[in-house]
């Protein structure tokens, strides 16, 4: 075990770490030194007025949100003894079964590639590029002929893994244990029971004000409301990320969400932040991926067909294509249980020196992808930030989704937290449920592994990922409700 000091220790020299090559840190390096020109600054006092003057200007509270926002995405140091794959996934059959889906996703991919005699990336020709240019926020209109190409696989598939994972480790004896025999998942994780869910999702209380919830609450729903968005404007005023993640567990004013969440996420739109946006929008323009129509697919099968977000189908282009080209989403790969997918130039494969990341953000879509961006193109409207909004919900949540992890916001916890309170609080239920062939599980999985987004209207849907922001845990997604 480490001890609290030392993981206080290693927690600040890795925060420290990633924050000096942050253009906060040139921004906080600037500003100190325009502060030594100010007449308040005094040579015999320099270090307490510069640290002063941060604190009066902002800077102070901006350094907070950042240190907060690293803190909310890294998971605790492990012990420095430890291997590195231990902070990814400490259980090794995890990794396994990891692994083996990673190169099943992969040998998809490569069979329809080589089925197709489509390259994994090539140049555009300057006449395509141009066209594309031309056509950037009008993406939707274009038809380009899909039909041979399919989803590398859907939520379904995903299931069928989960399914089949077993710890080898753990003896099931000949008589199955009451979990084992009724549910679907099958691995001895710890989830958290009703009590435990209580104490850590206090504020979602039947006593306690919800925004866009009629329970019963001590206080006239008008009064609460009136009063819960004079608060949200005053946490919006302070700045404070960590106030904003607080206050958004009891649901966020619709006029007040975009900017909260942009506060939580640390999100703040730069001029450096939109032109890293432009450079990836240039590469889209410059190379074409085979990614790109597992994309287009994606979008065409699911939000253009859907009632409420159909109208983004121009932004869904645009943000996901971006999205393929980020490096800077390998970052997550460091805590995620997933490893990002090598390819080899052509003639030298299995040479290291030759490998690069396909696609080069690691991530490859699949069938519902698309649909993690749809629901944030209500918020955002400007696409750089609607972009690094998505981003940031990537690398914090929506990846442990769809990878196979012991985390307690990763899938298997979710599925055997849904299964086991549903058992335990609703048996009628799944006991009726089983008995007619529908496995509960089979019902819902496709709900949690896209978030809820397409299958809650959306207003229903942005009141949920407020208390997944607000409590930064996916646990709520698998709570069922009477």
């Known amino acids: 075990m480490l001890d609290p000091d030392s993981g206080l220790s290693l927690t600040i020299a890795r925060i420290v770490q990633r924050l000096q090559g942050s253009s906060l840190h040139s921004q906080l390096e600037r500003q ?12 015999e006092s ?3 007025d510069i640290k002063d003057f941060l604190k009066t200007s902002g800077w102070e509270k901006k350094l907070q949100n950042a240190v907060y926002s690293e803190l909310n995405v890294f998971p605790s140091p492990c012990h420095p003894a430890a291997p590195p794959e231990h902070m990814k996934e400490p259980l090794a059959y995890m990794r396994k079964a990891q692994g083996s889906w990673e190169k099943r996703i992969l040998k998809s991919l490569n069979s329809m590639c080589t089925e197709l005699s489509i390259p994994l990336a090539q140049k555009r020709p300057a006449s395509e590029q141009k066209e594309l240019l031309n056509k950037w926020n009008e993406m939707g209109t274009d038809e380009p002929d899909l039909s041979l190409f399919r989803p590398v696989y859907a939520p379904k598939d995903f299931l069928e893994v989960l399914m089949n994972l077993r710890n080898p480790n753990y003896e099931n004896g000949e008589q199955p244990s009451f979990r084992n025999h009724l549910g679907l998942i099958q691995v001895p994780l710890k989830v958290k029971d009703i009590p435990e869910l209580k104490e850590d999702f206090s504020e979602l209380g039947l006593n306690t004000g919800q925004l866009g919830i009629d329970d019963s609450a001590q206080v006239p729903p008008e009064f609460f409301e009136n009063e819960h968005v004079r608060v949200g404007q005053k946490v919006l005023a302070e700045q404070d990320s960590a106030a904003a993640q607080q206050y ?3 649901g966020c004013p619709t006029a007040l969400r975009a900017d909260l969440w942009a506060l939580i996420l640390n999100i703040s739109n730069q001029p450096e932040d939109i032109l890293y946006y432009e450079q990836l929008k240039s590469n889209v323009i410059q190379y074409d991926l085979l990614v790109d129509s597992l994309i287009y697919k994606d979008v065409k099968l699911t939000a253009s067909n859907d009632d409420y977000y159909f109208v983004f189908e121009d932004y869904l282009y645009q943000v996901l294509l971006c ?3 980020d490096t800077s989403v390998l970052d997550h790969f460091t805590y995620s249980s997933a490893t990002p997918p090598k390819s080899y130039i052509r003639g030298k494969l299995g040479i290291e020196e030759y490998a690069v990341f396909y696609p080069p953000n690691g991530v490859i879509p699949f069938h519902g992808f698309s649909m993690y961006v749809a629901p944030l193109c209500f918020l955002y409207h400007e696409p750089s930030k609607l972009y690094q909004i998505f981003r940031e919900m990537y690398v914090r949540f929506f990846f442990r989704l769809h990878s196979i992890s012991s985390h307690p916001s990763g899938i ?12 335990t609080h609703l048996p009628q239920l799944f006991y009726h449920l089983r008995e007619i062939g529908a496995q509960p599980l089979r019902i819902s999985f496709k709900w949690m592994v896209r978030a809820f987004s397409g299958y809650l209207a959306t207003d229903q849907l942005l009141l949920l990922w407020d208390r997944i922001l607000g409590y930064n845990s996916l646990e709520v997604l698998a709570v069922p409700q009477r």
Request: charged residues 25%; contains cysteine.
């Open 323 to 325: 999205f393929s080209r």
């Open 32 to 43: 100190a030194r325009v502060s030594l020109h100010k007449p308040e600054i005094k040579l």
């Open 46 to 48: 320099l270090k307490e």
């Open 248 to 250: 958004v567990r009891q």
């Open 412 to 423: 298997v916890s979710l599925c055997l937290l849904f299964e086991t309170l549903l058992q």
